[in-house]
């Protein structure tokens, strides 16, 4: 059983650009979450989908935007990158109901 | 969610048993202790959680004092490989289930 997997694994990235970060979900969960961990700092809370739709955001810009597939799937789109973008994009996924979320590897972007 | 304070960092002989301390003493009678921990450029992994009682899996076993203020993690044989950051998270296991991740404790075992 493939647990959380996310693409790529490293990415570089110039000021302005925009990219797009994918996310599989563990077999049997339908509720992502995204997560943006600076060097250093704990992950921060970006926003969660399940049924495809948005149901709770973190303090981000509208800059970060994102989309569930009927397959569970998800993206994460980072429009217009600054410097301060640079981080490690965690992906986690549970099953609706249940607190346990389970985290992907993880998305090193880094903006020059 | 209610606010933790974990110890910035902590040492441990490998063999030993590993106690991480947590203070949740804002913890409401709804909300669950969680503990996850994240080696070194990896995505966190979840360890165990707990309401009210203790609680222990193939990973760890969670002590929750009587008043739910404080808890610790105990990992019973620390190896090596348990070298990481340890977060303790309180949140309510309904509604919005995004997890605040604090500063956590850096464990370092030693040989």
């Known amino acids: 059983d493939a647990g959380v997997t996310q693409s790529p694994t490293h990415l570089i990235k110039t000021r302005g650009q925009q990219v797009t970060l994918r996310c599989s979900p563990k077999s049997g969960h339908d509720t992502v979450s995204w997560y943006q961990q600076a060097l250093g700092q704990g992950p921060q809370f970006i926003f969660q989908y399940y049924e495809e739709e948005e149901r709770q955001r973190g303090n981000f810009p509208d800059r970060f935007s994102g989309h569930q597939f009927p397959n569970y799937s998800s993206e994460l789109n980072v429009n217009a990158l600054l410097l301060g973008d640079s981080a490690l994009y965690l992906c986690?996924?549970?099953?609706?109901?249940?607190?346990?979320?389970?985290f992907g590897p993880g998305t090193r972007l880094t903006v020059t | 969610d209610a606010k933790t304070t974990q110890p910035t960092s902590m040492d441990c002989a490998e063999g030993r048993a590993a106690n991480l301390p947590c203070n949740h003493s804002?913890?409401?009678?709804?909300?669950?202790v969680y503990w996850y921990r994240q080696i070194h450029s990896q995505g966190p992994q979840y360890i165990i959680h707990?309401?009210?009682n203790n609680e222990t899996n193939e990973m760890a076993s969670l002590i929750i004092t009587e008043d739910r203020k404080s808890s610790t993690l105990i990992l019973p044989h620390a190896t090596l490989r348990d070298t990481a950051v340890y977060y303790c998270i309180v949140r309510f296991i309904q509604g919005a289930q995004k997890l605040v991740f604090g500063q956590g404790t850096r464990l370092t075992i030693n040989p």
């Open positions: 707990g309401l009210k």
């Open positions: 804002t913890i409401s009678g709804n909300e669950y």
């Open positions: 986690a996924s549970n099953p609706r109901g249940r607190g346990e979320q389970y």
